[in-house]
C-alpha cells in the first residue's frame, strides 16, 4: 500500500518532472510571498523584508535536493540524470575512456573466455528435460577410493530391475566404428547404448524415432541406428530421404531410423558419437561380446532418480541392491559400492584435474583484470583530482557528499558496463580462435564454448563488483573535498591521493611481473620437448592407424597384413625403419595387466604390480627412436609357436631385478605363462608426460595379437608425401580398409603437450596484456605528475636547471617506482615457485635467464612509458609555466 | 537572531508538523506560524527544511495535501492528518512525554 503510493510518486516526478518541480516551487515562492508581507506588516522596508524572508527560509538549493528525493524521482530520477552526465563527462576526455575500456574489455574478455570453458566442461547441464535427476553411477570397491563409471552388462540389467529409486536406468559405451559412405570408408566414432538410452535421458528424435525396447532384447537383430545432427547434416546433407535407408558400418548393413536433436551430443561432455546403435548389436561393432560376463565392467551406465528421491536415498538403495549382488556372486562382485556423480566426464579423476587446471587459468585471467581495474582506479583518482573544482562548485551550491559519490559510482559502473560488454565481444573473437587451434585427435572430440546466460551473468556481475570495488574510493575521495581549499586553485590532490595512486601502480609492475616469469617459465619449457622425457624422438616420423577388426580380419589374416605392410613400408624411398604398435604411447587411454617376477609366491589383490602392456613388432622401438638399453629387439623369429617373451622397461627392470641383468630373468604376466624378458627398453611416458614412472611390458604383436595398431614409420623425407605413399601401400593390400589418424609424430605429441601449449597461450598473452597495462599504468601516473609539476619545473628552469636535468629527474621517479614493484614481484615470483614448478618441464621455477629477461623487458618498457611524459616535462616553457601561477 | 534558541532535536520536526495539522487542514507557510506560536517562539526552525519535512510525512501516508485557494486568494497546497497521522501523532506524544519524564528525571537526581 505503502509502496505503491511512493511507486506512483516517483513515477510521476520521473515522467512530469517539470510538473513536479514547479509545484515544489510554487509552493515555497508562496511561503517566502507571505513572510515577505508580514515583515512588511512589521514595518520592513519591502527589499529588506524580501530578504530576511529568503534568509530565513534557509539554503534552497540543498532543501531543493532533500525535497527532490523525497517528493521527486529519487534515485530513478537521479539514476537517469548521472548516467546522462556520466556519459557526457566520458565523450569530454576520448582518451582516458578508451584506456579504461580497452583494459576492461580485455580484461573481462578473458574471464569471459575461461569462464566459458568452466561452464562448457564442469557447469553447463546435458540438454535432456530435467538434467538435474540424471546421474551417472560409478562402481568401486567398499575398501578402494577408486571409483569409475563403468559396469558388466549383467550387474547393469540386475540393478536396473531390482532398484527402488531411479525411474530408468540405461549404459552406454563408445566405439570406433567404420562407415561407409559414397565409396570411402571412414573411421568415426559411436555409441552402443541400451535400448532405453533416449527415453531415460528424455531426448525425442529430430526427425523419425528413437530405438524401441524390443530393437534391443536380442542380440544381432535390430541393425538400426540413430545418427547425431550433425552427422546428418555433414554426411547425409540433411536429406530427410536418408530416414529408412540402410548405411554400410563394419560392413554391415543398418537402417536409420532418426535423426537426434541438434543440441544433444550424448552422455559426454567433449566426446561426441556421429550416430547410436543398440548395445545389442555389439558383436557387429567390436569383436567379441561384452554383454555376458558379470566381471566385464564395460558399460558407462547412468539414471533417473524418480521424482521425490534425493541423490542419498538412492545411494542407499541402490548400494544395498548392490550388496545382495555381492552375495549371489562373490567372485566378481564382492564388496561392490556405488556411487552417483552428475553426468559428463567420463572419469572423476579426469574431472579434478580439469578443476585444477581450469582453476589456475581462472586465477590468471582475475590477475589481469585486477591490473586492468587498477588503472581503472588509478584513472578514476586522477580525474576525480582534476574535477576538483567542478566537485567543489557542486558541493557549494548545496549537493550532498553522498549524492556526488553516487554519481561518481555511476560513472566508474557505467565504464564497467560499456567493459563488460566489449570484454564479451572479444571473449567471442577469442572463442572463435580457441575452436580452431584445438588439437587433430582421432576422437570426436567437440569443445562447444559458448557464450551462454552463465557467462553472461558472470560477466555482468564481475563489472558490477569491479565498477564499485574499484569506483568507490575515488569516489569517496573526491567527494570528501574541502571547498574552499579547492575552489582557490589548488590542483595538487594532496599528497595523500598521489601515494595511493603510486602504490597502485607498485602492485600492477609486481603483478604483471609474476605473469610474466610464469609465462616465461612455460615457454621455455615448452622450448625443452625433449626435456619432457617421452622417451622416444617425435622429430622425422609419421604414423598410421588400421582398425582390423572393424574390417572382420581374424588373427590369422591380420598377423600377414601387419608383417606384409611394415616390410613393403621399409621398402619404400626414404624409409630408415618401421614397426606396429598397438596403441601409441602418450595417447589418451592405457591398458594394464598383473605382473610379478618369477619364482615369487603370486602377490594378493591388493599388491599386485601393475605394468602398462603394449603389442609391439619388430623395428618398433628404432622407429620411435627408443633405445635398447640391454638385450635385443623382437624379431622375425618371435612367433605364436615360439616361447613367450617380453621387453620391459627400465622401471620394471629395476623393481623387479634391482642391480641384476634383467635379460633372460621371467615373469607372470596376466593369464600368460611365464615370460622371458629378451630386452630392455629406455624410460618414457606413456599416458601423460606429468605420470610419475610407470611400469611397462611390450609383448610381440605375433604373440599377443591386436585388431588395431599404428604403423609408426621413421624418415628422411618429408612427412606428408611419406604418408601419401604408405597410403598407398595400404590401398594395395586392402582398398576396403580405412586408414585413420594419419598424422606426424608431432603432431600426436601436441595432444599431450595441449595443456602445457593452452598454458604457454594463456599466460603468454595474458602477461603481455598484463605488461601493457602495467606500462599504461606507469605513464598515467607520470604524464599525470609532469602535469602537476608544472609549474614548480617552470620554476626550476627559470632558476637554471637544463632539459636534462629535469627529464632525468622525472625518468628517476618512474624507475623508483618500477624498481619497487619488480621487487615485490620478484619476492612473490619465488614465493610462488613451489606451485609453478609442478607445471614445468625441464625448466627451474627460479629460472635465472627466465628472471633476467623478464626484468630487463619489463625495466625496457617501463622506461620507455616513462619517457614520453619526461620528454613532455623538458619542454616545458618557464613563461608560461609561471605566468599560469 | 535568536541565537538562544534550542535546535530541534533530529525527529521532532515530524512530531510538531503533525501536532500542528491536529489543529486543522494547513499550508506549509502557516504549520510553520503554528509551531511558532505554539512553542511562543521558543524554538528555532528554519523555515525551508519544513518542506522536505512535509513531504516525508506525506510519502509515510500520515498527511494529505491538495491544492486550495488561500486567505488572500492565492494557490496554495494545503496540508490534513489522515487517520493513520493521528494515530501516530498519538504514539509520538506517549513516546516523547515518557522520554522527556525520563530524562528530567535523571537531570534532577543527577
Known amino acids: ?885 | 537572531m535568536g541565537k538562544q534558541k534550542p535546535e530541534l532535536p533530529q525527529g521532532t520536526l515530524d512530531m510538531l508538523v503533525l501536532k500542528a495539522l491536529s489543529l486543522g487542514q494547513m499550508h506549509g507557510y502557516g504549520v510553520g506560524q503554528r509551531i511558532a506560536q505554539l512553542a511562543e517562539d521558543m524554538l528555532k526552525v528554519e523555515e525551508g527544511t519544513l518542506y522536505p519535512a512535509l513531504y516525508r510525512i506525506e510519502q509515510r501516508g500520515w498527511i494529505k495535501s491538495e491544492w486550495g485557494v488561500s486567505e488572500n486568494n492565492r494557490r496554495a497546497r494545503y496540508y490534513k492528518l489522515t487517520r493513520a497521522g493521528r494515530k501516530q501523532l498519538g504514539v509520538e506524544e506517549a513516546k516523547w512525554s515518557h522520554l522527556s519524564m525520563a530524562v528530567g528525571k535523571v537531570l534532577r537526581t543527577a
Not at chain 1, 237 to 253: R, V
Not at chain 1, 499 to 506: A, D, F, N, S
Not at chain 1, 771 to 791: D, E, K, N, P, W
Open chain 1, 1 to 885: 500500500m505503502g509502496w505503491l503510493r511512493k511507486l506512483r510518486m516517483r513515477w510521476r516526478a520521473l515522467r512530469h518532472g517539470e510538473e513536479v518541480h514547479g509545484e515544489i516551487a510554487e509552493e515555497w515562492q508562496f511561503h517566502i510571498d507571505l513572510r515577505t508581507e508580514e515583515n512588511i506588516r512589521r514595518g520592513m522596508t519591502p527589499e529588506a523584508a524580501r530578504r530576511s524572508a529568503e534568509q530565513h527560509f534557509g539554503n534552497a538549493g540543498y532543501m531543493k535536493d532533500v525535497s527532490w528525493d523525497v517528493r521527486g524521482g529519487g534515485i530513478f530520477e537521479t539514476l537517469w540524470q548521472d548516467v546522462r552526465f556520466g556519459a557526457r563527462q566520458l565523450r569530454r576526455s576520448p582518451g582516458f575512456t578508451f584506456v579504461a575500456l580497452l583494459s576492461l574489455g580485455l580484461g573481462i574478455g578473458g574471464n569471459a573466455v575461461i569462464f566459458s570453458l568452466i561452464s562448457t566442461i564442469l557447469l553447463r547441464p546435458l540438454p535432456i528435460s530435467h538434467p538435474e535427476q540424471v546421474f551417472a553411477i560409478h562402481q568401486g570397491k567398499e575398501k578402494d577410493a577408486s571409483y569409475s563409471q563403468s559396469m558388466s552388462y549383467p550387474n547393469y540389467k540386475d540393478i536396473r530391475d531390482r532398484n527402488a529409486v531411479l525411474s530408468g536406468m540405461a549404459v552406454y559405451r563408445f566405439d570406433p566404428m567404420s562407415l561407409s559412405h559414397n565409396g570411402s570408408n571412414e573411421r568415426v566414432w559411436g555409441y552402443l547404448v541400451s535400448g532405453n538410452y533416449f527415453e531415460v535421458l528424455g531426448v525425442q528424435a529430430f526427425l523419425g524415432r528413437t530405438f524401441t525396447a524390443d530393437e534391443d532384447r536380442t542380440p544381432n537383430s535390430h541393425p538400426v541406428a540413430v545418427l547425431s545432427y550433425g552427422c546428418w547434416q555433414r554426411r547425409f546433407a540433411g536429406e530427410p530421404g536418408i530416414l529408412g535407408t540402410p548405411m554400410q558400418i563394419n560392413g554391415h548393413s543398418f537402417t536409420a531410423i532418426g535423426v537426434a536433436p541438434p543440441g544433444f551430443t550424448g552422455t559426454e561432455s567433449v566426446f561426441t558419437p556421429e550416430f547410436w546403435v543398440p548395445s545389442m548389436m555389439q558383436e557387429w561393432i567390436e569383436a567379441g561380446s561384452g554383454l555376458e560376463g558379470r566381471g566385464n565392467g564395460q558399460w558407462l551406465p547412468f539414471g533417473r532418480l524418480k521424482p521425490g528421491i534425493n541423490l542419498e536415498q538412492a545411494r542407499v538403495q541402490l548400494n544395498t541392491v548392490a550388496r545382495q549382488l555381492g552375495q549371489e556372486y562373490p567372485n566378481t562382485d564382492e564388496g561392490m559400492s556405488l556411487r552417483l556423480t552428475p553426468p559428463g566426464l567420463v572419469d572423476p579423476n579426469l574431472r579434478s584435474a580439469v578443476i585444477a587446471f581450469s582453476g589456475a587459468l581462472m586465477l590468471t585471467v582475475l590477475l589481469v583484470l585486477l591490473i586492468a581495474c587498477t588503472n581503472l582506479a588509478s584513472l578514476l583518482l586522477a580525474r576525480a583530482t582534476q574535477r576538483r573544482k567542478e566537485i567543489a562548485v557542486r558541493m557549494a551550491i548545496g549537493a550532498t557528499r553522498a549524492r556526488l559519490a553516487w554519481q561518481l559510482l555511476t560513472e566508474s559502473v557505467m565504464l564497467s558496463m560499456i567493459g563488460a560488454a566489449l570484454g564479451l565481444a572479444i571473449g567471442q573473437a577469442l572463442i572463435l580462435v580457441a575452436r580452431a587451434s584445438l588439437p587433430r585427435t582421432d576422437f570426436a572430440l567437440t569443445l562447444d564454448l559458448r557464450m551462454d546466460w552463465r557467462v553472461v551473468s558472470f560477466v555482468v556481475a564481475l563489472a558490477v563488483v569491479t565498477g564499485i570495488g574499484f569506483g568507490l574510493v575515488p569516489a569517496l575521495q573526491a567527494s570528501r573535498s574541502d571547498v574552499v581549499f579547492a575552489l582557490k586553485e589548488d590542483k595538487s590532490g594532496g599528497p595523500r591521493r598521489a601515494w595511493l595512486r603510486r602504490g597502485l601502480v607498485v602492485m600492477q609492475v609486481a603483478l604483471s611481473f609474476v605473469l610474466l616469469i610464469t609465462a616465461g617459465l612455460t615457454v621455455r619449457s615448452l622450448e625443452h620437448t625433449d626435456a619432457l622425457g617421452p622417451g622416444f624422438d617425435p622429430n622425422n616420423a609419421v604414423t598410421i592407424s588400421v582398425d582390423l577388426g572393424l574390417q572382420g580380419y581374424d588373427e590369422k589374416k591380420g598377423e600377414s597384413f601387419y608383417q606384409q605392410l611394415a616390410e613393403h613400408v621399409r621398402a619404400l624411398p626414404g624409409v630408415k625403419s618401421a614397426g606396429w604398435i598397438a596403441r601409441l604411447p602418450l595417447a589418451l587411454d592405457v591398458s594394464t595387466t598383473d605382473v610379478y617376477p618369477e619364482g615369487q609366491a603370486e602377490p594378493r589383490a591388493e599388491e599386485m604390480p601393475s605394468a602398462i602392456y603394449e603389442s609391439a613388432g619388430p623395428d618398433y622401438f628404432p622407429a620411435m627412436s627408443i633405445p635398447m638399453v640391454g638385450g635385443r629387439d623382437f624379431a622375425a623369429s618371435d612367433t605364436a609357436k615360439s616361447p613367450g617373451v617380453v621387453i620391459v622397461n627400465e622401471t620394471l627392470a629395476q623393481r623387479f631385478w634391482p642391480g641384476q641383468n634383467p635379460v633372460g630373468k621371467r615373469l607372470h604376466s596376466g593369464n600368460a605363462n611365464v615370460l622371458e624378458v629378451v630386452g630392455v627398453a629406455k624410460n618414457g611416458k606413456y599416458q601423460s608426460l606429468g605420470e610419475i614412472p610407470a611400469l611397462v611390458v611390450y609383448y610381440p604383436l605375433t604373440q599377443v595379437y591386436a585388431t588395431s595398431a599404428a604403423l609408426v614409420i621413421r624418415t628422411s623425407v618429408d612427412p606428408e608425401a611419406e604418408i601419401s605413399s604408405v597410403r598407398g601401400e595400404v590401398q594395395k593390400l586392402d582398398p576396403q580398409l580405412p586408414i585413420y589418424d594419419a598424422k606426424t609424430l608431432k603432431e600426436h605429441m601436441r595432444l599431450a603437450l595441449f595443456p602445457l601449449h593452452v598454458g604457454a597461450v594463456v599466460a603468454g598473452s595474458f602477461a603481455l596484456l598484463a605488461m601493457v597495462l602495467a606500462a599504461i599504468g606507469v605513464y598515467g601516473v607520470m604524464a599525470y605528475s609532469v602535469g602537476q609539476r608544472t609549474h614548480e619545473i617552470g620554476i626550476r628552469m627559470a632558476l637554471g636547471a637544463r632539459a636534462g636535468d629535469v627529464g632525468k629527474m622525472v625518468l628517476k621517479q618512474g624507475v623508483i617506482i618500477t624498481a619497487i614493484g619488480m621487487v615485490f614481484g620478484l619476492l612473490c615470483a619465488i614465493g610462488l615457485s613451489g606451485v609453478v614448478a609442478s607445471m614445468l618441464y625441464g625448466v627451474r621455477a627460479t629460472d635465472p635467464l627466465t628472471f633476467l629477461f623478464i626484468t630487463l623487458l619489463l625495466s625496457a618498457v617501463a622506461l620507455a612509458a616513462c619517457s614520453i611524459p619526461a620528454w613532455r616535462a623538458t619542454k616545458v616553457d618557464p613563461v608560461i609555466a609561471i605566468r599560469s601561477l
